[in-house]
């Protein structure tokens, strides 16, 4: 329920007119909650976020969600608003959204089951990183 009410209010967002954004993300702090209350907990993530104009010159996006020094999760193309200077990346799917404010300041909420991840930290732009999937990892494993 809580996380529906997160995502509704970044679905309020306008549509997207700035120019092409590519951002690197540290996590400097996160906060796990549970049943039991919440604690703070070792950052371990570094996000990537683009924003662009694809080569069919349609917006495009993508979200990489990595484990520092390893492999990645990749979104490509989430869902992306953008509302008084803040810009969001919804992946429903998944449980997560982020949020990078003007001053570039970063949180990421993560939902698995009724446990949640949040994450905050700082964002500057950067060039879409060459990164690996944890997928292709799992599918290396089943050979």
Do not use: H
């Amino acid at each position: 329920m809580k996380m529906s009410l997160v995502i509704a209010i970044a679905l309020q967002a306008a549509g997207i007119n700035d120019p092409d954004i590519w951002q690197e993300c540290q996590i400097e702090s996160a906060t796990l909650c549970g049943a039991g209350g919440c604690k703070p907990v070792k950052p371990t993530l570094k996000l990537f976020l683009g924003d662009y104009v694809g080569e069919s010159g349609r917006r495009a996006g993508y979200y990489y969600r990595c484990r520092r020094g390893s492999l990645c999760d990749i979104v490509d193309d989430p869902w992306i608003g953008e509302s008084a200077g803040y810009r969001a990346f919804v992946m429903r799917d998944r449980g997560v959204i982020t949020r990078v404010g003007p001053d570039n300041s970063v949180t990421d909420v993560a939902t698995i089951e009724d446990i949640v991840l949040i994450s905050r930290g700082r964002c500057w732009r950067s060039q879409r990183p060459r990164v690996g999937r944890v997928v292709e990892r799992a599918n290396r494993d089943r050979r």
